[in-house]
């Protein structure tokens, strides 16, 4: 903590921040393997979303004081820690109707869903969409936004408890995932007009379907894929459809800004509400990134708990 206090003292725009909880990402687990295209520089400690209380700031940074309850959207020390040290415009002002647990499921999920529905798929309101992969943490994010954009949500989910929960966070309609004729079922719910846009978390899998249920000029919004799949380019011809990748940090200062704000205000109003699922120890993160990528069924955003 005390190199992280020089740190903090010595960089004018610097938060220092008193870890209470840290965000579970797939990605980190990509970084940590070596397979990601980004490579960090070593030593590396994972983690961008945290949410804890600032312990010191530096002495141009005017937005916060030590003792305020914050979230960030990345960090520069790492989250997985007692105390993280992160640039003051990556520090948001967590609302007291969330709690610290909640704060730090924030930062990747909805700034990746927000993104991927307004700035990469440019929703409007009236449209349809299905997330597919709708019970994590991005997933819920989505569903919640894209209702309190006005569009009608769709979701899927591999369980029962995931479907509740889907269904609860904003989606009109819910589908089992795991059911072999799932897709059948979303055809006759939506008719033959198909689906305007499809948040998809797992493209590998399911980018082929996707391309056949969407509408005219729909769009496949690729957030997750965990290896190749084959498709029928044909299939985005007849109906001028489009696939679209979304990396959160392809995103400017602005863009970051633009994002916040419209999430502060949904944790203002009332629509913005993280669902926790997993909760581990920090001895027990290398458990969590094993169950993040291989248990099925996920509900609710997996964090890791400071104390």
């Known amino acids: 903590m005390y190199m992280l206090v020089c740190k903090t003292n010595r ?10 909880a840290c965000g579970i990402n797939p990605v980190e687990t990509y970084i940590r393997s ?23 700031v530096g002495d141009n940074v005017s937005t916060f004081k030590k003792g305020d309850r914050v979230f960030t959207t990345s960090t520069i020390s790492g989250g997985y820690a007692e105390y993280a040290l992160a640039d003051d415009h990556t520090v948001y002002t967590l609302p ?3 709690d610290l647990k909640q704060g730090a499921a924030i930062g990747i999920p909805y700034f990746t869903a927000y993104r991927a529905l307004l700035h990469s798929a440019r929703v409007k309101a009236g449209e349809s969409v299905l ?7 991005v997933g819920l994010a989505a569903c919640q936004i894209a209702r309190a954009y006005g569009l009608k949500v769709l979701g899927t ?10 269904l609860q966070n904003g989606a009109h309609e819910v589908f089992n995932h795991r059911e072999p004729n799932y897709i059948e079922k979303i055809k006759k719910s ?10 998809e978390m797992l493209a590998n899998v399911n980018l082929s379907n996707d391309l056949n249920l969407l509408s005219y000029g729909g769009r496949v919004i690729v957030v997750g894929s965990r290896g190749p799949i084959e498709i029928n380019p044909r299939d985005t011809m007849a109906k001028e459809s489009s696939i ?6 392809s995103s400017t200062k602005e863009e970051f800004r633009q994002f916040a704000a419209a999430l502060q205000a949904g944790m203002e109003i009332g629509w913005l509400k993280p669902v926790i699922g997993s909760q581990y120890s920090l001895e027990k993160v290398a458990q969590a990134h094993k169950n993040i990528i291989h248990n099925s069924g996920t509900s609710g955003k997996m964090i890791l708990l400071l104390e």
């Open 157 to 166: 989910a591999g369980t029962e408890e995931g479907q509740n929960i889907v």
């Open 190 to 199: 939506v008719g033959e007009k198909g689906i305007d846009v499809i948040i």
């Open 96 to 98: 007291g109707k969330l």
């Open 244 to 249: 679209i990748g979304v990396a959160l940090y």
């Open 34 to 56: 070596g397979t990601y295209s980004r490579k960090p520089l070593l030593p590396y400690t994972p983690g961008s979303d945290v949410a804890g209380i600032v312990e010191a």
């Open 11 to 20: 960089s004018p725009l610097k938060v220092l921040i008193k870890v209470h």
């Open 131 to 137: 997330v597919h992969g709708a019970s994590g943490g």
